[in-house]
């Protein structure tokens, strides 16, 4: 934002939270809505939130706006009418108050830029003095689409300039923002979704971790670490991008429930199905797209005879909801830097990919068109 703006969290300035006016965003991502505290004005919403990527858009007039927070966990980064974005790291039970805009129409955008799987927080939302007109919110974009997968889609600690960090500083150090679905869906000009988890895998996670807590049984839920399912007659996404192969990224354990890697196959399949079944249901017009790595080269049989097999598994599980187009991408030969926390993608490795996941979108424009849409 410009200099001459600036952003305070002086509680003893009242000027808009005595009498204020409360903006309806457009959301992007899944957040539970709710009536916001009881002290709240009158129409306010609580947007609790877990998975990352979420982000809020308004427009309004005046020089003034106003943003309530209950989180100390997340960074957002904040943008009004498209200039440079102010950092809110953790900003805890807060109320901001942006000044100097100046006279006129504002466009202002909230992005969640952090992961928080293990704790929600609260984005009270965008407020403005009585006097000044509220606008209707920015319209949604007319391409949607949606990705599910693990940290390499959370941007996992990609600010980090080590690759050995501390839990915390990993944390501190993601930013989903310069995750490679993020920056697919900007250069396309597409809402988006990233519901995805670090470690996550579709039944069995990173070195089987958190066992029964995998994107199996947590996709269908508006947040994570609660059980109400998501709904949203709004979010028919035209591409759902997945990419999960933390199930086989590690050898299975004593003591965890499948016998061997044919067991785990077998599970890891059945699973898939049930996820298409679920798109299916949300969107039933989607495309799935299945970024895969190329096997062609590998000297493991059992992998490649795994790979052939799985994919042939979705195919016809897909077919078998209704789900008439699905992809299988391969995914680029480059040899990632791997430089971020806990040796993640870099941000140049998350370019690369962005630029070849938006290459092959762009080659592809019917995948835009829903099938019952001539």
Same mark, same amino acid.
Request: aromatic share 8%; with cysteine.
């Given at each position: ?5 600036? @952003? ?69 980064? @904040? ?8 950092? @809110? ?10 000044? %100097? ?23 009270? %939302? ?64 597409a809402d988006y979704q990233i519901n995805a988890i670090s470690g996550i895998g579709l039944v069995r996670n990173f070195e089987g971790v958190m066992?029964?807590?995998a994107m199996s049984t947590l996709y269908p839920r508006v947040l994570p670490g609660a059980p109400q399912e998501w709904r949203d007659p709004s ?8 990419? @999960? ?6 050898? &299975?354990?004593?003591?965890?429930? #499948? ?30 797209? &299945? ?76 995948? #835009? ?6």
């Open positions: 934002m410009p200099a001459s703006v600036t @952003l305070t969290t002086d509680p003893t300035n009242r000027s808009i939270r005595q009498d204020a006016r409360s903006l309806v965003p457009h959301v992007g991502g899944r957040v539970a809505v709710s009536p916001s505290v009881p002290s709240a004005r009158k129409g306010a919403r609580g947007y609790r939130h877990q998975w990352p990527a979420i982000y809020w858009e308004a427009a309004f007039t005046g020089d003034r706006l106003l943003l309530k927070f209950d989180d100390d966990k997340n960074e957002y980064r @904040l943008t009004v009418d498209g200039a440079a974005p102010r950092r @809110l790291p953790q900003p805890g039970r807060v109320e901001m108050i942006v000044r %100097g805009l100046g006279p006129g129409r504002h466009r202002v955008r909230l992005d969640k830029i952090t992961e928080s799987v293990d704790s929600a927080g609260t984005f009270h %939302g965008f407020f403005v003095p009585r006097s000044e007109a509220v606008r209707p919110p920015p319209l949604p974009r007319a391409r949607q689409i949606e990705f599910i997968g693990d940290s390499g889609m959370t941007g996992y600690g990609i600010r980090s300039d080590t690759r050995t960090c501390t839990k915390e500083e990993v944390r501190l150090r993601t930013d989903s923002s310069a995750a490679w679905p993020a920056m697919v869906a900007r250069s396309i000009d066992p029964g807590r979010w028919h996404p035209m591409i759902v991008v997945i990419v @999960l192969f933390n199930d086989f990224g590690t050898a &299975l354990h004593p003591g965890e429930r #499948w016998s061997d890697r044919a067991a785990l196959v077998g599970d890891y399949v059945r699973a898939y199905r049930q996820l298409i079944d679920a798109i299916h249901r949300q969107s039933p017009g989607a495309t799935l797209v &299945l970024p895969w790595i190329d096997l062609d080269k590998s000297d493991d049989a059992a992998l490649k005879q795994f790979s052939a097999g799985a994919q042939t598994a979705i195919r016809t599980a897909a077919i078998d909801a209704g789900m008439s187009r699905i992809e299988f991408p391969l995914l680029p030969s480059f040899v990632p830097e791997n430089s971020a926390g806990d040796y993640h993608g870099s941000r140049n490795d998350h370019r690369q990919l962005a630029e070849w996941m938006t290459a092959w979108l762009n080659a592809r424009p019917a995948l #835009w068109k829903r099938p019952d849409r001539r």
